[in-house]
């Protein structure tokens, strides 16, 4: 049972009256039998609570920061419903307005639409749908809760999509279905055709020219069918925040949104993409991947507060990249790099191509440049040492033959998909 603010405003009338036509304490005791009277007829003629039923309806994936709309359908199996109810969920599932008037007549019912937009990664769950029944006085009223399960998983933003239009027109120029006045190298013969000025002098076809009356070349496109491994990084240095010009995210959010980049084009370029999610143990595996997947794949990860198991993760790839593949770690560029993962690199490096790409915190950048007094002099000096900390790191793994991409979180992902390009058109995947 719960009063309503009628019932508090008409005991205050009340006493006010009483007061004024019968200054005793008989007359307090009249006022308030008669108010537990009205309360009572009130809440007897309150529609039940318990007896409602619910059932829900609407979205179950939305992208985050993106809006969606659930559903929540009340049946009322009893007298007609007047009040009010509130759908609870967590507060990072952004509902706009959890609290509706309802009217739901005698034995019908009436469906409620609510807005969310999630303000983070995972899924976000409806807690319990609470709905409190006003007797027709308006001073008293039932109230119950009712557990209504709902879960809306909300996927990774993917904002580096906007990158996509131009990575594709320059993977129609490697792939020679566009003009261009660049001729990419590639591994994998197309066709002949006739020799201009320009081309080089290596692709003409000695053989066909000779049957030929005009200098002919073999033509080449880059490769494809290629196997490509995405190892995303879920222990400790992935839950850093590091400043970009969507606010502070954690450099797991960043990492993500560079491997949904590469993988989307990799898929373009017809090559075969996998993905790994490891921190001290495999969190996420999808062996042939599809944006889709990967984005419902990734959703739930949340960065563990544990060291990274390089050594379960050279394994772990090792076990389920049979060809030669183009391994892709997004990682952070630590120290640690040295002692865990730099032991390992042979093993790896001799059956697959390791490409490591890193997110720079762009404040470290923003320190070193500063120079106005001495606090800022002191902290451009730190700055330049953790700077030549990964160029060492940076350096050092280019001698095993890694290749590293270290940029700062808008950077990124354009970044590494100019790399993966790079690489395809070098024929070196």
Known sequence: MALTGRA???????????????????????????????????LALAAGVRRLTFTRAGAVSVRT???????????????????????????????????????VPAGGSRTLTFELRPVRRGDRAADRVTVRSVGPLGIAARQGSHEV?????????????RHLPPLLERLRELDGRRASLIRGAGTEFDSLRTYVIGDDVRSIDWRASA??????????????????????????????RVDGSLGG?????????????????????????????????????????????????MAPL???????????????????????????????LEPSIEHGLLPLLPALTARHRLLIASVSDPAVHAMAAGRGDLEAVYSAAAAERTLAERRRLTALLARHGVEVVDAVPDDLPRALADRYLSLKAAGKL
Do not use: Y
């Not at 009010?84 to 509706?100: E, I, K, Q």
């Not at 399960?149 to 999509?161: D, I, N, Y």
């Open 211 to 240: 049957r030929s009356t005009d200098v002919v070349v073999r033509t080449w496109r880059p490769e494809r069918d290629r196997q490509v491994l995405i190892v995303l990084d879920t222990a400790r240095t992935a839950a850093a």
């Open 65 to 103: 920061g993106e809006p969606c709309s659930v559903r929540l359908t009340v049946h009322n199996p009893g007298r007609r419903l007047r009040g009010v109810l509130r759908d609870a969920w967590a507060p990072s599932a952004g509902v706009v307005a959890d609290r509706v008037a309802v009217d």
């Open 302 to 332: 949340e960065a563990e507060l544990v060291e990274f198991d390089a050594r379960g993760m050279v394994a772990e790839v090792l076990r389920r990249a049979a060809r030669r593949s183009l391994v892709v770690l997004l990682t952070s």
């Open 8 to 42: 508090a405003l008409l005991a205050l009338i009340g006493v006010l009256v009483v007061g004024l036509l019968l200054p005793s304490w008989q007359g307090v005791l009249v006022m308030l039998g008669v108010l537990v009277l009205c309360v009572a007829v009130d």
């Open 149 to 161: 399960p709902w879960t809306v998983r909300a996927l990774p933003p993917f904002h580096s999509r």
């Open 249 to 297: 995210l954690p450099r797991l959010d960043t990492s993500m949104d560079a491997a949904l980049l590469l993988s989307a084009l990799a898929i373009k370029a017809r090559d075969q993409v996998g993905f790994l999610a490891h921190s001290g143990k495999v969190r996420a595996s999808v062996p042939r991947a599809t944006v889709p997947l990967l984005v419902d794949a």
